[in-house]
């Protein structure tokens, strides 16, 4: 009985992963209020809880969860014109709603799961927030994570994660934000936000900032999850394609990333051949979407396009860095900031040798905005290291590793300091 407990809690685990954003965005739809979406899509999932351990998952788990929530929602609506709950401001208008979309809600929610998510994407990630909450709120909402699960794949404190989520619901219902898709610039304002946040959120799996792990395969896995969807909900925009096909060619490289013991694998040490090849075929796929949809100029396609070089080269040895600096340039031209120049010296050092690059790296050691990036030291080391230069390399990869709060890449940035070091006395 306890093993088959455990096989139905899992599979309420999966079921709530895919079923929670259409169920919250549905309920959001009705009661206009985020925050109350969410405890009644909650209410729910503790009713499966309950009940599904005995009964058996139904045949329709999403429509199960929705008519639980529709019932709850009626019930505080009750509830609440009777003043039994003060708190609950539901009012006729939502009443009105809910008895509209009865008694077959889960079919409407059905009919409009796109618009819907839609919706609630563009409420996750809206302006009014901080980044920071929009990644955590997006993750609760649209990924289907706990609190916990969040706190531990940002390193953070579970209560700050969740007073940050709390904030994130009060504000979006203070400012009245509406239920809607926004139209024309709002409309590509807000994308690029989305973009944002599902970008952050796969960079942060991607090279964890910090902990002891170089990469956190999960919230990849998520952020991928996350854009793919949005590229289906908005087919017409290049941009989402865009992302789509960044991280799918950076998530290729993924198992050839770190080593056998968790140690990083720098981009021109990896064994190709560990690359995921059904990754990168989707990724230029959707490489090709954006550029089909006019997008080629777009930062995300130029990133992509950059990554796809790279994909492409059988070798490292093979890969065109020619065009990968050109393609740096055109980055700077459409969204410049100091670490798209900091990477656009790199692949002028790999296109026109460790001089040219350090020249153009070193125009920005004066920038305030990367001052404490470990990044900066990181090139400059290797790039001094190439020129021979390896006591000045050493020292910098030493400020590398001290700049760095990812333990993982502390060790590799003090190995490259002793074996600069090792050439300094050669």
Known sequence: MAVKATDTHRAIDAVWRIEAPRLIAGLTRIVRD???????????????????????????????????????????????????????????????????????????????????????????????LSPEARVALTLRLLGGLTTDEIARAFLAPESTIAQRIVRAKRTLAEARVPFEVPRGAGFTARLSSVLEVIYLIFNEGYSATAGEDWMRPALCDDALRLGRVLAELVPGEPEAHGLVALMEIQASRSRARVGPSGEPVLLLDQDRARWDHLLIRRGLKALERAEGTGGAEGP??????????????????????????????????????????LNRGVAIAMAFGPAAGLEAVDALRSEPSLEGYHLLPSVRGDLLSKLGRFGDARAEFERAASLTRNVRERDLLLQRAAAAGRGERR
């Open 300 to 341: 995300y396609a130029l990133q992509a396009a950059i990554a796809a070089c790279h994909a492409r080269a059988r070798t490292p040895e093979e890969t065109d860095w020619l065009r990968i600096a050109g393609l740096y340039d055109a980055l700077m031209r459409v969204s410049p900031s100091p670490i798209v120049e």
């Open 34 to 128: 985020v925050g109350l979406a969410e405890d009644l899509a909650q209410d729910a999932l503790v009713a499966a809880l309950e009940r599904w351990p005995e009964s058996g998952v139904p045949d329709n788990p999403g429509a199960w969860l929705m008519a639980v929530a529709k019932n709850r929602a009626i019930d505080l609506v009750r509830r609440s014109k009777r003043g039994e709950v003060a708190a609950a401001a539901l009012g006729r208008e939502i009443e009105a709603r809910l008895e509209a979309a009865a008694p077959d809600l889960d079919a409407a929610i059905d009919d409009d799961v796109g618009d819907d998510l839609l919706r609630l994407v563009f409420i996750s990630c809206h302006p009014v």
